[in-house]
Nanobody, 114 residues
Framework: VQLQASGGGLVQAGGSLRLSCKAS????????MGWYRQAHGKERESVAT???????ILADSVKGRFTISRLNAQRTVYLGMNSLKPEDTAVYYC?????????WGKGTQVTVSS
């Protein structure tokens, strides 16, 4: 399984970004997908997950600001981020678990300036 994330960048507080993660090597429609992030000096944390059926779970810290969605025809999962805050600054990773194995994308940097 390969996960290719993109869409990170530098944005001012209050701004928006959309991350994309394209998957290959798995039956995408059957896979639950997730986004994690890791800020400098902190542990990696779950941001959002979406099941194969489209059910979503968002971390409390991003509820009301972030959305996760998927487009199975494009084998892509998205993370929409609005009202960004400096504390959202982190490397964001796309994730899935298949056949008992964790798969991670390479990560994309999101930096929010105050």
């Amino acid at each position: 399984v390969q996960l290719q994330a993109s869409g990170g960048g530098l944005v001012q507080a209050g701004g928006s970004l959309r991350l994309s993660c394209k998957a290959s090597g798995t039956t995408f429609r059957d896979a639950a997908m997730g986004w994690y992030r890791q800020a400098h000096g902190k542990e990696r944390e779950s941001v959002a997950t979406i099941s194969s059926g489209g059910s979503t779970i968002l971390a409390d810290s991003v509820k009301g600001r972030f959305t996760i969605s998927r487009l199975n025809a494009q084998r892509t999962v998205y993370l929409g981020m609005n009202s960004l805050k400096p504390e959202d600054t982190a490397v964001y990773y796309c994730y899935t678990r298949r056949w008992g194995t964790d798969f991670w994308g390479k990560g994309t940097q999101v930096t929010v300036s105050s």
